[in-house]
């Protein structure tokens, strides 16, 4: 602790604090970088919303003005009122549209969830309670042993075709190498002497005169 001394005029400031962040983390370049980008691309995003908020208002304002402008008051109460009632039909004949889509949409939606409940076995009620919690689980663990039960029998299933196959394609190559080596020695007897025979049933000659038939 400094002990102040009378008569000498006290320092004001201070040392000011020094952080080294590459002190404490070697991914501070990186993170610093991230944190740039990010804000960035938030200014970005606020600068496009503003625009389009201010497009979409200086429009309306527009549409408005042009319908200030072609504006014709009516003349005569009798107008008004012609005018007021074929303004109301044309908004009720709007609603009664915006509900029958929307009653529609409601009904799409709803029978694609059951479809894909059915199909897939997702749930998608809210449990409130304890019980319906693990009913939800048991019935989630069920699905999912019932998938991997699936996919398993699926994948023993192409194993077992894949194997035959291999074992057909085996047995194949392997009838086809006896054909051709009996029809090589049937035309290697017919060429040689009987002590070339003898070399060749032991298999000593045939590894000379092989490469010479290939």
Partial sequence: MAIDHP???RKRGGRRYQFDPLAVSAAYPLVAQHVRKQVIRDRLALKRQNSANLRSRRALFE???QMERQFVRPQSLDELVLRATA???QLAIQREIEC???SLLCVVQRIRRAAANQEFGIFSA???TWEEQRAERDALEALRAQRAKTF???LMARSEVELERRRLALEEAVRRKEIRDREEQAEEEETMLGCDRKLLASGVYR???KPHHS
């Fill in 7 to 9: 008569g000498v005029p």
């Fill in 63 to 65: 549409r408005l003005s």
């Fill in 87 to 89: 303004l109301n039909e």
């Fill in 100 to 102: 029958a889509l929307t």
């Fill in 126 to 128: 809210k449990p409130s």
């Fill in 152 to 154: 398993v029998s699926e």
């Fill in 207 to 209: 590894a000379q005169i």
